[in-house]
T-cell receptor, first 113, second 116 residues
């Protein structure tokens, strides 16, 4: 079941530059898309989300873009900071029902000083 | 800041033994979830729980699994007879209202289960 896919297992970015993490999905019934950040030995922490009625949502250094026709979303982090080094999970859900999240495989982001 | 807490942080058990993982969701939340992550794999939905009953469950959540909210604060996941493939990190999550402003679930730090 590959409804949500993150094709890049890892990404390395220089501090201060832009980090772009990508995510593709196959289920057109998804209404909400979320990005979670996960440090080792901790649970996923919510970062930012976007509803399917929008194409962009911004929160400080984090911006999520949604391209519904391409079934693609991306997370932009600018400027990238060393503390951003973590595994980033894309997740999707349907607004109806009990908010089951379907996660991607994750992308390990490393910010180099 | 309120948080979801889970115990134990790590449990080692023998195959065939029963295991109970415990969670204390955020106090005013109404919807509760268990997810798991096998090492190196994606985080997978197991079950959602609302109003003292299961709302939805995945194909992973077979008869060996059960959930309970025995009192007003705890939410437990029981695995009746553990198998090697149950070894994973189990995450509890809660939310006040799914589909709210951000659709956000709040996750605990996880309980690592190792089945030998």
């Amino acid at each position: 079941d590959q409804q949500v896919k993150q094709n890049s297992p890892s990404l390395s970015v220089q501090e201060g530059r832009i980090s772009i993490l990508n995510c593709d999905y196959t289920n057109s019934m998804f209404d909400y898309f979320l990005w979670y950040k996960k440090y080792p030995a901790e649970g996923p922490t919510f970062l930012i989300s976007i509803s399917s009625i929008k194409d962009k949502n911004e929160d400080g250094r984090f911006t999520v873009f949604l391209n519904k026709s391409a079934k693609h979303l991306s997370l932009h982090i600018v400027p990238s900071q060393p503390g951003d080094s973590a595994v980033y999970f894309c997740a999707a859900s349907r607004i109806q029902g009990a908010q089951k999240l379907v996660f991607g495989q994750g992308t390990r982001l490393t910010i180099n000083p | 800041e309120p948080e979801v807490t889970q115990t134990p942080s790590h449990q080692v058990t023998q195959m065939g033994q029963e295991v109970i993982l415990r969670c204390v969701p955020i106090s005013n939340h109404l919807y509760f979830y268990w997810y798991r992550q096998i090492l190196g794999q994606k985080v997978e939905f197991l079950v959602s729980f609302y109003n003292n009953e299961i709302s939805e469950k995945s194909e992973i959540f077979d008869d060996q699994f059960s959930v309970e909210r025995p009192d007003g604060s705890n939410f437990t996941l029981k695995i009746r007879s553990t198998k090697l493939e149950d070894s994973a990190m189990y995450f509890c999550a809660s939310t006040l209202h799914p589909g709210g402003n951000t659709g956000e679930l709040f996750f605990g730090e996880g309980s690592r289960l190792t089945v030998l």
